[in-house]
């Protein structure tokens, strides 16, 4: 099964419902990016901060989730390429700590 089919797949499940809603209620449903700003904006979008078409592995990790306006959701992607913005990659920036210990998590399994 072709990657793209495999994350529709997630996004269609029970568990990616009752994560989605659990990562909303963490984050007062309230947009994330505009916190740090100090706006408040509704959070209606669950963003998944290393995409999960490369990282299907990071699909439920709560530190790979953060709940976004809709607006701003659209700002983390290039709509036309597929590619994560600049401001995706910031916010893959701050999460890096994170990323690395799954990393090295993930290695030591394989071996």
Known sequence: MGRKKVVKRIYKTRRWEKKRAWILKRDGYKC?????????????TVHHIYPVEQYPE??????????????????????M????????????????????RWVKEKEKKEC
């Open 32 to 44: 994330r990016h505009s916190k740090r700003y100090g706006r408040t904006v509704p959070a209606d």
């Open 58 to 79: 990071l699909a439920f990790v709560n530190w790979n989730l953060i709940s976004l306006s809709a607006g701003v959701h659209n700002k983390m992607h290039d709509r």
């Open 81 to 100: 390429t597929g590619e994560t913005t600049e401001l995706g990659k910031q916010w893959q920036e701050r999460r890096r700590t994170e990323f690395e």
